[in-house]
Nanobody, 114 residues
Framework: QVQLVESGGGLVQPGGSLKLSCEGS????????MSWYRQAPGKERELVATSTRSDYGTDYLDSVKGRFTVSRDNAKNMMYLQMNNLKPEDTAVYYCKRVSGDYWGQGTQVTVSS
């Protein structure tokens, strides 16, 4: 069955960096568009970044452009989110999603605080 497992979250000071990982299993990873979402307390879940299957193009939420980079290693069934210059407003649970079929990981907490 399809499984997505995120890792790499944690506590970081403002201006710091984190790299999130998402490992997929149970499907041919290279064939699917994958996305990162986040949900902050009291807010709706929002799309942060997408890595398309077709040309490995990427797209980002405006507030993270220039700071976050999504990438993937299809040979390892992995997607990554490199997050630099983190801000307190980036604090959220971050989720990995396989767009087709609406499959989600369990999430990883990112807290940006001094």
């Amino acid at each position: 069955q399809v499984q997505l497992v995120e890792s790499g979250g944690g506590l970081v000071q403002p201006g710091g960096s984190l790299k999130l990982s998402c490992e997929g299993s149970g499907f041919t990873f290279s064939l699917f568009t994958m996305s990162w979402y986040r949900q902050a307390p009291g807010k709706e879940r929002e799309l942060v970044a997408t890595s398309t299957r077709s040309d490995y193009g990427t797209d980002y939420l405006d507030s993270v452009k220039g700071r976050f980079t999504v990438s993937r290693d299809n040979a390892k069934n992995m997607m990554y989110l490199q997050m630099n210059n983190l801000k307190p407003e980036d604090t959220a649970v971050y989720y990995c999603k396989r767009v087709s079929g609406d499959y989600w990981g369990q999430g990883t907490q990112v807290t940006v605080s001094s």
